[in-house]
Every structure is written in C-alpha cells, then in structure tokens.
C-alpha cells in the first residue's frame, strides 16, 4: 500500500491574506510539505443571512490570494462542498499532521461545522490548532480584563509571513469547484466594492493619508460617509486586513499628522468592533433569542406587507427607502442610517428583529459577531443600553439637509423641492401634479403615521424596562460583558 504524503494544512475562513497571519507563520515551522484551503460550504451558502455579494467578496479575494502565491510557486485549494466531505477527501488523499486555523466567531452554521470537524480529526488523532482572531478571546467569562488583554493583542509584534519558507506540496487535487458553483459569484459587480488583500491596502492607505480628516463630520451623514468614512469594514470582515494592522498602522499615522481628531475617533471604533463580537462570542444563542430574556414577554405580530415594503424601499419614507435602495445597489450605508432602518422596522412598524436577516443579505460587511449584537442593541432588548428610536424625518433634515441622497436614490421625488422632499406625503393634489409625483401612484403613501407609531413604542418600550424581569436579566448581562467597577469606598464622616 503506498504511502500518503505528509502535509500540514491550513484552513481559510474569515482570514483571506497572507499578512500578519498566525496558521501561515505555523507552517514556515515546519518542515512537511503543506497545503492551504478554503470550503464554500452549501450550508452556509444556502443559509438565510447569506447573499451572493458576500460570497463574490470571498471569490475576489481568494483570486488576490492566488495571485500572490503565484509568486512563491504555491496555490490555495478551493472546494465547493460540505466541510465533513472536503476533509475526509483530504484525509483519502494525504497524511495530515497539522491543521491551522484562526477562530471563527461566525453563525450557528459554522459554529456547528467547526464542531463536527474537530470531532473528525479529533478521530483521525490529527493535531487542529485555532489562533485567537483580532481581540476576541474564547472561552471568556467576565471582562473584567479584556481591555488590557485587547491593547495587550494590539500592540503586539505582526506575524509577518515569508512565503518562501512554506513548502507548498504539489500532489494534484480534484476540484471541480468553478462548475458548480452559481455563476454570480463570478459576475463582475462595479457597485460594490472589490474583494482582497490589494484592495484592502488601498482604502486604509487612502484614509489615513487623507480622507480621514472628514471622517467625524461626515460619519452620519449618508451621501458624504461613503467618502469619509474608512469603508474597510468588509476587509476587516473577510479578514483582508487584520485588526491589529489597521490599529497599528493608524497608530503611526496619528503621530504623523497634525489632524488627529479623526483617527482618535477611528481607533475608538476599532475597539467598539471587538466589544460586539466578543458579546456574540460570549453569548451565541443571541442569534437566535432576545438578549434579554424578559423581553420574550413583548410580542409583535408578523406583518408581511409592512416586511414587503421595507425590503423594496417602498414604505412612502424617503430616507428608510433611500437607504435601503443604496443597500441592495451598493451593499453599504454607515452606521447611523443602519441603525435607524433597524430602529424603524421594529418600533414604527413593531417588527421582531428576528425578521432582518434582510439586513444580514444586504450588508456587504456582514460580520455575525458584530450584526446581532448590535440588532439587538437598536431593537431595545438589551434592556441595557439606552433605548434609541429614531425619527427618520428628523435624520433625514439633519443628515441629508439638501436632498441629494434621498434624490439619488428616488427618482419618483425629484421634482419636489427640498421644503417638501422629506415628508411628500403632505403635498396637495395640485403640487403632486406640478411636480410629477402622484402619491399611491408614483410613489407610496406612508405606510404608517411616524408621529404615532413612535408615541406607541415609545411608551410601551420605556414601560417594560422598568419591568423586574427585564431589571433581573440586566444585572446578569452586566456583569457578563461589561467590566466591573470597583466599589468606592466611603469616606467617613465627620464628627
């Protein structure tokens, strides 16, 4: 019986590059010849947060990786099958001694993949080694020392990777990956932005040399953010960047220039990017369940025209609408707007955010770790954080004060002057007509009243978290994922 080649593997997830890579820097260790892959797993395509953007970013980058290694006389091994099917090919083929990975804070999909697999090796007597990814840290039961352990990760030297200390082994596989996989993860998207670590280098270069500057005024407001804000998001999601890169490389930057006030502001938000994914880390069932479990008590019952109309742009409120026809266009909006269309799909049409998988399929930087978290944060069932609920007309006069975003998006309102643009539901039959916009017929009516729909959620959300349960479950998500605070002592009295 002949023998197998020995090899070590690497398995890419969320980790598509080949700087600061710590299962790379494994392999120029080690002197068995290896091999690296990636696994479009048919669970996780067909999954109802997943779109074809996500899986086109993935594909692009991939196609980065490849071009590099090129370089060094290597390749990446690409699969589209089930993970279980892939590794026992694998394990057909080659005597596998090693495989590399980072963690993965991802859905319950891959949660369960990643467990099976370890089952599997775990029976082959093969050796998987997970490396903590960015700042998240597994197996955490308070944080009351994550933020020294995040600076601590941060600050620490980058594992540069020199491809050509990797043996990369030659034994032919069979992949027929580019048949079966659907074509538009193939199509070329312009409106989106493209995929890879080239990329990726490019947008951080751009905005810490100089869009950065208009980052803090611009970081709201929905046609200028797509300019000033780092757009690195995606990169950062499929792992094209590491955190501790772009945290090292702003950290250069800040003693550089003269305008800081910007890139302070970034760093803070590269920490925030971490806090959310290592609450998803810590408390997975939030996927699926209220964050806090008294809120289970609030029900809101499904309605699929007011889902329908959210999900097409058409709920006849110019900013909701705008962004969500930028979202399915673009795959972008910031972080204001997403929290207002996320504010106004479960308080003023009093939606369960359980029914914004939408969201997840539309953002083109959907991270898991970060997207129910912060869901769940803007829904109000937290019973934690301050309860935010948004009013879209007032967003829309502050954040968009000339229309140009609402009439990008909308051309059914572009005739209707500014005064009226944000609330053309007031328009008279005679302005309709003056300005080429029929209410009902060129563009909806709204299909709920702001005003009341907010006095309802209002009330009733405020209400409930003075509930004792709600109060009861608080305390336990304290003193879970926020760092404790020492008590002051008292001072004693004077006598």
């Not at 005597?95 to 099976?116: P, W």
């Not at 082959?124 to 600076?151: A, H, M, T």
């Not at 538009?184 to 869009?211: C, D, H, V």
Request: proline share 5%.
């Amino acid at each position: 019986m002949a023998t197998l080649p020995k090899v070590n593997v690497v398995w890419l997830k969320r980790d598509l590059r080949l700087n600061d890579h710590a299962p790379l820097a494994e392999l120029t260790k080690s002197e068995n010849p290896s091999i690296l892959i990636y696994i479009f797993d048919p669970q996780l395509l067909n999954a109802p947060d997943s779109d074809f953007r996500h899986w086109r970013f993935v594909w692009q980058s991939l196609q980065d990786i490849k071009q590099q290694l090129i370089k060094v006389n290597g390749d990446i091994h690409i699969f589209h099958d089930d993970s279980k099917t892939v590794f026992n090919q694998l394990l057909a083929q080659f005597d596998i001694q090693n495989v590399f990975s980072y963690q993965e804070t991802g859905n319950a999909i891959s949660f369960e993949r990643d467990k099976l697999i370890k089952q599997l090796l775990q029976f082959n007597q093969i050796s998987w080694k997970e490396f903590q990814c960015n700042g998240v840290i597994r197996g955490l039961s308070n944080r009351n020392n994550w933020d020294k352990e995040w600076q601590t990760f941060m600050t620490a030297p980058i594992d540069n990777v020199d491809l050509k200390n990797i043996v990369f082994d030659k034994t032919p596989v069979n992949l027929d990956y580019q048949k079966s996989l659907p074509e538009e993860i193939f199509a070329n998207k312009s409106e989106f932005q493209p995929g890879g670590e080239t990329y990726a280098w490019r947008y951080l270069s751009t905005f810490l040399n100089q869009r950065n500057q208009t980052y803090s005024a611009h970081i709201s407001k929905p046609l200028l953010s797509r300019k000033s804000c780092s757009r690195l998001s995606p990169y950062l999601a499929y792992g094209n960047l590491s955190m501790r890169q772009v945290y090292q490389m702003t950290i250069m930057q800040l003693g550089r220039t003269g305008y800081k006030r910007g890139l302070i502001n970034f760093i803070s938000r590269l920490h925030w990017h971490c806090h959310f994914i290592q609450k998803f880390e810590s408390e997975c069932r939030i996927e699926f369940e209220n964050f806090n479990r008294a809120y289970d008590q609030i029900v809101k019952p499904r309605n699929a025209s007011f889902i329908n109309a959210f999900e097409n742009g058409t709920t006849g409120i110019p900013i909701i609408d705008a962004n969500i026809r930028c979202l399915i266009k673009t795959g972008y909006t910031n972080f204001r707007m997403r929290a207002m269309l996320v504010s106004f799909f479960c308080f003023n049409l009093w939606q369960d955010w359980r029914e914004l998988h939408f969201l997840a399929r539309q953002f083109l930087d959907y991270e898991p770790g970060i997207h129910y978290p912060q869901l769940q944060m803007q829904a109000g069932t937290t019973g934690v954080n301050t309860l935010r609920i948004y009013n879209p007309i007032k967003n829309a006069l502050e954040h968009d004060p000339e229309g140009l975003f609402v009439k990008q998006w909308i051309p059914e309102l572009a005739d209707v002057p500014l005064p009226m643009l944000h609330t053309p539901w007031q328009l008279s039959e005679t302005e309709q007509t003056l300005f080429n916009c029929k209410l009902g017929i060129d563009y909806p009516l709204p299909i709920v009243d702001i005003e009341e729909s907010q006095k309802f959620a209002t009330q009733l959300m405020w209400g409930f978290k003075k509930n004792k349960d709600a109060k009861e479950e608080g305390e336990r998500i304290l003193k879970t994922h926020v760092k404790s605070r020492p008590m002051k002592k008292k001072s004693p009295k004077k006598k």
